[in-house]
């Protein structure tokens, strides 16, 4: 694998730079803070300070922070006013600067784009060289804000319309409407129900969706041939210890886990079983996976023990459609064979350097998008969170991961 610089994160990482800030306010926070000593208010405080036009959808104590300013994010959420799930970059947001190559703000619901590398990638100029000095994530997904188009208690919805070039020089006219909701007791009790799962009045839950609509506004239909967009969304999460990934995927021939994103990662901290991987927590050490269309289930998660918290993402799946853009930097012999489902841990990227935080990622992609003029793609990712009473969170692992709490906190 190719040297980059410093900051800059290798094919694949959703998180990409950070900013060390001379700042003495009180308000600064570490990077390696966790959920134990992030508060959701302390967020809220923070967030509203930088950006006033901040989005807050409520329901109880259930809450959820949308940010304008960077693309409709998601920034955290919480289910009791009190823990707040989402990692959030406050030295960059603090510093007030737009960084090259990208500006990793955090949040738990991000809109991106693929492919990121090879000859249809959105995030290389035409003639450029495949590394990190050359790649740009481009403005519109990265430092450039959604208009807010409408909003009541529990929904925001955002709009953007930009041009994009890929490597090959194809254009794009894109479109994009995004709707974020809060959900309520019965919507979230809908999604559980195809595992069976059921709601306990001794769990605290919030579950935040995000509805991504692709929209093709130019006169020329987006073809395989010249390159096609997918849609991208990407969750960070506040990292601890003990916390794991788990990651189940279907029973069946070829790999199921794709550990190649950067270099193959230890059993110390990766264990793929018959039908479920998982994934150290920990932002100790930088690794990422990904799960093809053959192999994937649309759900993943993640818990961790000190906190009682259990994560659940799900998200929009064909089964039909295995067209999925590969984002590999380099030319390609198959740009659309790609990964639906990824998780990443973060990490130095040498021993001795710094990193961006204490995260973790869960990411899901919509398939690649061939749309005529006027043509529309949907992709849905939905996050939940559940925190309290471990033997119902153990139901709800079961019924949802394939996999007992005790399997998970085992697994290493």
């Given at each position: 694998m190719k040297?980059?610089?410093?900051?800059?994160?290798?094919?694949?990482?959703?998180?990409?730079?950070?900013?060390?800030?001379?700042s003495s306010s009180e308000e600064k926070a570490s990077p390696t803070d966790t959920t134990q000593t992030r508060m959701f208010a302390s967020d809220a405080a923070?967030?509203?300070?930088?950006?006033?036009?901040?989005?807050?959808?409520?329901?109880?104590?259930?809450?959820?922070?949308?940010?304008p300013a960077y693309q409709g994010r998601i920034m955290t959420s919480t289910a009791d006013g009190e823990t707040s799930y989402g990692w959030i970059n406050r030295e960059l947001i603090q510093s007030g600067k737009v960084l090259p190559?990208?500006?990793?703000?955090?949040g738990e619901d991000r809109f991106w784009l693929g492919p990121e590398g090879g000859q249809f990638a959105i995030y290389f100029?035409?003639?450029?060289?495949?590394?990190?000095?050359?790649?740009?994530?481009?403005a519109a997904i990265d430092s450039e804000p959604f208009v807010l188009a409408s909003k009541d208690e529990r929904s925001a919805r955002f709009t953007k319309a930009f041009e994009l070039m890929n490597y090959s020089g194809t254009k794009f006219s894109v479109g994009v409407e995004r709707e974020v909701r809060l959900l309520g007791a019965e919507q979230i009790s809908q999604i559980l129900?195809?595992?069976?799962?059921?709601?306990?009045?001794s769990l605290k839950i919030v579950g935040?969706?995000?509805d991504n609509t692709l929209i093709n506004t130019g006169k020329e239909p987006w073809t395989k041939e010249k390159g096609l967009l997918?849609?991208?969304?990407?969750?960070?999460?506040?990292?601890s210890p003990e916390a794991t990934i788990v990651v189940p995927f279907q029973i069946g021939n070829g790999q199921a886990i794709n550990d190649s994103y950067f270099g193959k990662i230890p059993a110390s901290r990766l264990?793929?079983?018959?039908?479920?991987?998982?994934?150290?927590?920990?932002?100790?050490a930088r690794g990422k996976i990904g799960v093809p269309p053959a192999r994937v289930k649309n759900r993943l998660g993640s818990y961790d023990p000190g906190s009682q918290t259990l994560t659940l993402v799900t998200f929009t799946f064909d089964p039909s459609n295995r067209d999925y853009v590969n984002s590999a930097w380099e030319i390609q012999k198959e740009p659309y064979v790609g990964d639906v489902a990824n998780a990443y841990n973060d990490g130095p990227m040498k021993p001795g350097q710094p990193q961006m935080g204490k995260f973790y990622e869960l990411e899901s992609s919509s398939p690649a998008a061939a749309l005529a003029p006027g043509g529309r793609l949907t992709h849905t990712h939905t996050t939940l969170h559940f925190q309290g009473d471990e033997p119902q969170l153990d139901k709800m692992a079961r019924q949802w991961l394939g996999v007992s709490l005790a399997e998970i906190v085992n697994a290493f």
């Amino acid at each position: 694998m190719k040297k980059v610089s410093l900051w800059v994160v290798l094919p694949f990482l959703a998180g990409a730079l950070s900013c060390q800030s001379t700042s003495s306010s009180e308000e600064k926070a570490s990077p390696t803070d966790t959920t134990q000593t992030r508060m959701f208010a302390s967020d809220a405080a923070f967030l509203q300070q930088y950006h006033p036009d901040l989005v807050t959808l409520q329901d109880g104590k259930s809450q959820v922070l949308i940010c304008p300013a960077y693309q409709g994010r998601i920034m955290t959420s919480t289910a009791d006013g009190e823990t707040s799930y989402g990692w959030i970059n406050r030295e960059l947001i603090q510093s007030g600067k737009v960084l090259p190559h990208m500006n990793a703000f955090g949040g738990e619901d991000r809109f991106w784009l693929g492919p990121e590398g090879g000859q249809f990638a959105i995030y290389f100029k035409p003639g450029a060289k495949f590394t990190g000095d050359d790649w740009q994530t481009p403005a519109a997904i990265d430092s450039e804000p959604f208009v807010l188009a409408s909003k009541d208690e529990r929904s925001a919805r955002f709009t953007k319309a930009f041009e994009l070039m890929n490597y090959s020089g194809t254009k794009f006219s894109v479109g994009v409407e995004r709707e974020v909701r809060l959900l309520g007791a019965e919507q979230i009790s809908q999604i559980l129900g195809a595992t069976g799962a059921s709601l306990n009045d001794s769990l605290k839950i919030v579950g935040v969706e995000s509805d991504n609509t692709l929209i093709n506004t130019g006169k020329e239909p987006w073809t395989k041939e010249k390159g096609l967009l997918s849609v991208w969304i990407l969750g960070m999460f506040n990292a601890s210890p003990e916390a794991t990934i788990v990651v189940p995927f279907q029973i069946g021939n070829g790999q199921a886990i794709n550990d190649s994103y950067f270099g193959k990662i230890p059993a110390s901290r990766l264990v793929v079983n018959d039908s479920v991987a998982f994934f150290k927590a920990d932002a100790n050490a930088r690794g990422k996976i990904g799960v093809p269309p053959a192999r994937v289930k649309n759900r993943l998660g993640s818990y961790d023990p000190g906190s009682q918290t259990l994560t659940l993402v799900t998200f929009t799946f064909d089964p039909s459609n295995r067209d999925y853009v590969n984002s590999a930097w380099e030319i390609q012999k198959e740009p659309y064979v790609g990964d639906v489902a990824n998780a990443y841990n973060d990490g130095p990227m040498k021993p001795g350097q710094p990193q961006m935080g204490k995260f973790y990622e869960l990411e899901s992609s919509s398939p690649a998008a061939a749309l005529a003029p006027g043509g529309r793609l949907t992709h849905t990712h939905t996050t939940l969170h559940f925190q309290g009473d471990e033997p119902q969170l153990d139901k709800m692992a079961r019924q949802w991961l394939g996999v007992s709490l005790a399997e998970i906190v085992n697994a290493f």
